[in-house]
């Protein structure tokens, strides 16, 4: 048992009993690194990423291997989901040295944190022109004993190269109609019109242009927006990147058909997608976007809920097939024996039609991944939702992936908003509740007695590493959502504390943002990205939540800070539209306005739920009634009734509609 029996981490607690005498990231390491002179090994991975689990077997198990790294080195293990700001300072360092990235990230330091070699996964044995990592080991070795100057320089010059690199801002000014349509016409290009979703394998769900494209499509109506937007859904949502049995959607697809997924399910991506799906519902009422909005959120509660209220992480790629083997996909994919053994003769062959499933097989040892190719002809629903059910429950007696039962603040923010959306538009109201537990676990455990946010927790207990901006901006993000279905003030109030965190200690000048806080702990370089990832990039997730919340509340200060962040969207929007989804969904919500509603009425009244139905970009809803209203939310202040009837004030660029008390003429006002 090493020095990570006692982490919060499930990935570092999954290498406890390595050989590796492991260290978590701690200065600790380092001065140990000092006082031996040697180097230091960094691994970076995360629980449900199938190559660490390779690389875990192949050689951190492996005793001999262990014996010499323990011996040479000072090895350090993070979790990059725990310290996504450690990820993101190496990974821009191998990006740079090799031209590609990924995880497992490989990473010897000197003493100081200073890199100077790289890589991701190294094999057992050399192969396919890549050493052993025996072989790198050895390597790295000889060159710090015998060639320290060189190792030095290299390490000096990465450093130096990094601390050189600046952000490009875009200047003064906020994203327009120009950069809006410029973006518009590269995501256009790089449209996979086939296939859906945007170039090629592997192909990614891309949530937050999505998001972008609906917006798009209600505040100028352009129609081919919306058909990207909604061809691109559906074709994920019958491919095999959805979970066909239980819900819920994998991380990506290995190919551009979207046919094989690699099988990890992230709590983010759900999330998101569970979001985009409720909203294009919202948009162009597809019964196939109400359902998978309905099924991602219910497999979120179901598989990613843990005890304390809040959502893991994710689950694992991998789980154990019929003969024991620990291999990737074995809990999702399905030969035609399989269903023959679950359906009979007849019910298999309609399920091999209905879901792909072939003989020859659409993954690995002749097994199909689910999917609704759509070529089976018309399908008898009954029948084909009586196979589903079958199919399910005879997948519950395999063997499961394993969770990953830690809980990230930020993409429970994800969560939350999803949830209290989802649960408001189709009213089911227990998936509202959901969104609130997490968010009074948030509230609970991850702010604590400190007053910031911890990035981290598991089993109730926080972790030790401090929120990042992602953090605060997904975060206030749920709180908001949450506030305005709710219609309780006091997340409002949350989001305020949160966002001006982001003001005094994320806000650097011009507008820019920076990952870290000013008070963190020191890397050889502050981390900075304002380009989406899986999830929206902390930048753009801060410059949403504050635009939102200066609606709500008249904040100058909350909307000169969102808008100061919005200039790299001008500067990026154009050139990489697809990294930046978010950003420019926020863009579309400035130009908007974005509108502020007001229900001086019940919370959950006819024209609460109008106004939460309303497509217009970002629009900020607030709903209560008494005298009190106003004291949870300043844009109920002096809104009166009309003739003691639930009255709506629709406001926006200082300027304001007359109140109505019809919910059609709301809608219209709305876009809805």
């Not at 001065?31 to 002179?37: G, K, P, T, Y």
């Amino acid at each position: 048992m090493n020095r990570l029996a006692d982490a919060t981490s499930p990935y570092l607690q999954q290498h406890a009993d390595n050989p590796v005498d492991w260290w978590p990231w701690e200065p600790e390491a380092f001065e140990e690194a000092r006082r031996r002179d040697v180097p230091v090994l960094l691994s970076v991975g995360y629980s449900a990423c199938h190559w660490c689990h390779v690389m875990a077997h192949e050689s951190f198990e492996d005793e001999t291997v262990a014996a010499y790294l323990n011996a040479h080195f000072v090895p350090v293990k993070v979790d990059r989901e725990e310290r996504p700001d450690v990820d993101a300072v190496y990974m821009e360092a191998v990006q740079a040295a090799t031209g590609h990235g990924g995880w497992p990230m490989t990473v010897f330091l000197t003493p100081d944190a200073e890199p100077f070699y790289f890589g991701t996964y190294f094999p057992p044995e050399a192969r396919h022109g890549s050493p052993s990592f025996q072989q790198v080991l050895e390597g790295v070795t000889a060159a710090w004993t015998d060639r320290r100057d060189e190792v030095a320089e290299v390490a000096g010059r990465i450093v130096a190269d990094l601390a050189g690199r600046s952000l490009v801002h875009g200047g003064d000014g906020v994203p327009g109609e120009s950069e809006i349509a410029q973006a518009l016409l590269g995501l256009t290009r790089e449209y996979d019109e086939q296939h859906g979703g945007f170039g090629g394998a592997p192909k990614f769900p891309p949530a937050m242009v999505v998001e972008f494209l609906l917006r798009h499509y209600a505040r100028t109506g352009a129609e081919g927006a919306l058909q990207m937007a909604a061809d691109t859904c559906s074709a994920m949502a019958r491919g095999g990147i959805y979970d066909q049995l239980g819900g819920g959607f994998a991380r990506y697809s290995v190919d551009r058909e979207w046919v094989v997924p690699h099988f990890e399910k992230m709590l983010y991506d759900n999330a998101l997608l569970c979001r985009v799906y409720a909203r294009l519902w919202r948009t162009t009422g597809s019964d196939e976007a109400r359902r998978i909005a309905l099924e991602t959120a219910d497999f979120m509660v179901r598989e990613l809920r843990t005890a304390e209220g809040g959502f893991a992480s994710a689950l694992d790629a991998d789980s154990e097939d019929a003969d024991g083997r620990h291999v990737e996909g074995a809990f999702y994919v399905w030969t035609p024996e399989q269903l023959r053994e679950v359906l009979g003769e007849d019910d298999a062959a309609f399920a091999a039609a209905c879901f792909g499933v072939t003989e020859d097989g659409t993954f690995e040892e002749g097994a199909s991944v689910l999917r609704l190719p759509g070529d089976a002809g018309p399908v008898d629903a009954v029948r084909l939702a009586d196979v589903r059910a079958r199919l399910l429950a005879a997948r519950e007696e395999r063997p499961r992936p394993g969770r990953d039962d830690k809980v990230v603040a930020a993409w429970n923010g994800l969560a939350i908003a999803a949830l209290a959306e989802t649960g408001a538009y189709f009213d089911r109201p227990d998936l509202v509740e959901r969104a609130t537990e997490a968010a009074d676990l948030l509230v609970r455990v991850h702010l604590g007695e400190v007053a910031r946010l911890n990035r981290t927790s598991k089993d109730g207990r926080a972790g030790d590493n401090a929120g990042v901006l992602e953090d605060y901006g997904d975060v206030a993000e749920g709180f908001l959502a949450l506030a305005a279905v709710t219609g309780e003030g006091a997340w409002l109030e949350f989001a305020g504390f949160l966002l001006d965190i982001v003001l005094e200690q994320f806000t650097g000048e011009g507008g820019q943002l920076y990952d870290t806080a000013h008070d963190a702990e020191q890397l050889i370089r502050r981390p900075q990205d304002p380009t989406d990832s899986a999830t929206p990039s902390g930048w753009t997730a801060a410059a949403g939540a504050l635009l939102s919340y200066a609606a709500y509340t008249g904040s100058e200060a909350h909307r000169t800070a969102a808008e100061g962040a919005l200039g790299v969207v001008k500067a990026l929007g154009p050139r990489v539209p697809r990294f930046v989804g978010w950003g420019l969904a926020v863009a579309e919500a400035l130009l908007d306005g974005p509108r502020e509603v007001a229900v001086a009425g019940p919370v959950g009244g006819e024209l609460h739920r109008t106004a939460l139905l309303g497509r217009a970009p970002g629009a900020v809803v607030a709903a209560g009634e008494g005298p009190g209203a106003g004291a949870e939310f300043p844009l109920l202040v002096d809104r009166p009734l009309v003739g003691g009837e639930p009255t709506a004030y629709v406001c926006r660029h200082f300027v304001c509609d007359a109140p109505t008390t019809d919910a059609g003429e709301l809608a219209g006002k709305l876009g809805g």
